[in-house]
Structures are given as C-alpha cells and as structure tokens.
C-alpha cells in the first residue's frame, strides 16, 4: 500500500520529480565520481611502491664504450634491486631495404640498432620519448622479434608481422653475419640525437633487437653492454640502494650510474595533486548538493501540508507519512543509478586522461578499470 502511494504520487506528480530525478542525477554522478577518484588514488599509492617506473643504469663515462655484464651483476646482488636489463647499442646494416636519410647525412643503409630485454622498462620508452603504437613490446623471452620506428616502416611498407633482415658489418677477416627477424611492434617518437652524419644517428632508425640476438648477430666474443638498467623495488628508497651501489667494487673510472625517477615523481605528484582535488570536491559537493535538496523537499513538502492533514485525519501516523515521502525520494533516486554510473564512469574516465601525464595515463586508466564498477556508485 505505501509502495503504491509512493508510485502513485510520482506519476501524478511528473514535471516536480523530474527536477528531483535531475538533482538526484547530478549529485550521484558527482558522488560516484569522486569516490572513483578516490578509490583510484588509494591503489596508486600502492601501485606506484611496487612500479617499475623508477631504475637507475649503469653505464660507461666514455660514451656508448663497452664494458662487461659481469660487473652490472655485482649490483643484482643488492637486495633493493629489481629487473635487470642488459642493453647493447651498435649499428647494423638493414638489407633489402632502405633506411631513413635526413639533411646533411651520409646515405647508408645501417641502422642504430640496440639490444635489450622488456622495452616497456626501456627509458626511451618510459621517458615518453617513444611510444609504441603497434604490437606488442618485447619480452624477456622474446626471440628472433624486433621492434621499428613508424617512419622506417612507412618508408619501407612495413607492417606487424612482417620480417626484417638485419647483419653486421664485416670486420677484417671477420665474415658479416645476417639475421631475419619478425616486427612484433612500431613506436613513434624522437629522442635526443648525437649526430654525427650518419643514417643511424636518427630515431626513425632506431630499432630494438632481444639482447641474446642481438649477441649472435654482433659475435660478440663475451656478455658485454653498453648499458644495464635496474628496476627498484621500492622507489621512496632510492637515494639509499644509489648509495649501497656507489660503494661496491666496481670499475669506477669508467662506469657512472645514471638514475630515472621521472615517471615515479609524476605519478606520485599526480596522486597527491588527485587526493587534495577530491577532498575539496566532496566537501563542496557534500555541503551545497545536501543543502539544495534539503531546501527543496523542504519547500515542496510546505505545499503538501493540506494531503498531510488529510492523512492525519483518516488515521495514518506521522511515521507512516515520513516512510512515504522518504520511499518517493529513493525510488526517484533508484531511477538515476544507471545514468549516473554511466555518467560518472565517463567523466572519470575523461578527468584522469587530462589530468594525468602521459606517463602514467594507462597505468592509472587500469586502475580505474580494475575498481569493483558497484563499489563507488554503493558508496554514493
């Protein structure tokens, strides 16, 4: 009987709980969206501890010289230290086809070809100086797989999938050797260049070979790198894991350590920045959405004073009339669910893009997408 009354009211009365549906519409999108944001800066907290986006490298004073692998494993050891990825930057010759030429530089057809393992951990692409437009990244596992620059594979008809020949030069006696590799990925993007005249100085040359690969094709004779790149496991402890790998007997002459805490600094920036926006969001929201609809059901209830006294009179007790007017304002309220989790999902979804530096756009669009889609809206 109280349900039907409740319905009964709402349909008769349509244009008033339409401007109610409206207001219940913007303050629970407006919740949702906030306690989305919320929910996103709790994980962030704890998805920017455990990221991998803060390494530091070891690598040679004498620009690009090698140096062996047996002195980066001295520094695995430390028990701050994450990943390793060994890397190794060397021309290459590309055949069959044709590399990018730019102004003033001598045409050959060599790459600037670098050796390394998981290329979503590379600086080059966490930095944001390259992308990765196509495909996939390469892994630790990755064989016989190479990843190319867009302009390289626009110039060529290259696409994912197709396969790339690549080999040494010759040295001396030494026969050049040759390798086919499968393009798994296309990156976009430019880093600073150290030029020299030659074809593979350019980024569009670049290309990323499996480290072990990249060996063979090279005859390297022993594990040598030109750089290896360390994961920490706990970024806020840094300067004291730089400080523990800075005393080990290493080769200090000619080895320097060069640390990244870029996207660490921003992302923790950002969720900070996040946080403080959310907490003066909710208290405007909170204080101004309560008070609006207060004053509104206060005034329309005014005007239902004379339904109140008839009630009264045929015996319905003030509880009763309260439980009425409470049961219209949820079941107009339980009509703006589902807009208002449309609504605050895409508003939130729009926020973090612009908000966010590209950095850590994706990582923090996972986490939204990784948040129960009922917890907030429950919430709200």
């Not at 007997?249 to 923790?268: G, H, I, P, T």
């Not at 893009?353 to 990582?363: A, D, I």
Request: neutral net charge.
């Amino acid at each position: 009987m109280l349900l039907q009354q409740a319905i009964a009211y709402i349909s008769r009365k349509r244009t008033r709980n339409l401007v109610l549906f409206l207001i219940l519409l913007l303050i629970l999108s407006c919740l949702y969206f906030c306690f989305s944001l919320m929910q996103v800066g709790g994980k962030l907290e704890d998805h920017i501890k455990q990221s991998a986006g803060t390494s530091f490298a070891l690598t040679s004073k004498q620009g690009g010289k090698p140096f062996a692998l047996k002195e980066a494993e001295k520094v695995q050891e430390l028990s701050g230290v994450g990943s390793m990825v060994p890397q190794y930057e060397s021309p290459v010759r590309i055949l069959g086809k044709e590399a990018v030429t730019g102004q003033q530089s001598v045409e050959r057809d060599d790459l600037g070809q670098e050796a390394t393992q998981k290329t979503d951990h590379h600086l080059d692409f966490r930095s944001g100086s390259f992308q990765l437009v196509q495909g996939k990244h390469l892994s630790d596992k990755a064989s016989g797989q190479v990843l190319i620059h867009e302009e390289l594979a626009k110039k060529n008809k290259l696409k994912v999938g197709d396969q790339l020949t690549l080999s040494s030069f010759q040295m001396g006696e030494t026969p050049a050797k040759e390798q086919t590799f499968e393009i798994v990925g296309i990156f976009s993007g430019k880093k600073q260049e150290k030029f020299t005249g030659m074809t593979s100085d350019l980024s569009e040359n670049q290309v990323y070979l499996p480290y072990e690969d990249a060996t063979k094709l090279l005859g390297l004779s022993q594990q040598e790198v030109t750089q290896v790149t360390f994961g920490v496991k706990d970024p806020e402890k840094i300067d004291a894991l730089l400080k523990q790998v800075k005393s080990l007997d290493l080769d200090w002459q000619s080895l320097r350590v060069v640390e990244d805490r870029k996207a660490f600094d921003q992302m923790k920036e950002s969720s900070q920045t996040l946080e403080g926006l959310v907490r003066i969001m909710m208290i405007v929201l909170l204080v101004t959405g309560a008070g609006a609809l207060s004053l509104l059901l206060s005034l329309w209830t005014r005007e239902r004073i004379h339904e109140i006294g008839v009630l009264l009179s045929i015996g319905k007790s003030k509880g009763r009339i309260f439980g009425q007017f409470l049961l219209e304002v949820v079941l107009v309220s339980l009509l703006a669910v589902i807009p208002a989790f449309l609504i605050g999902r895409m508003v939130s979804q729009r926020f973090l893009e612009q908000f966010v530096g590209e950095t850590g756009q994706q990582q923090t669009l996972d986490l939204l997408h990784q948040i129960p889609q009922g917890l907030s809206l429950g919430i709200a």
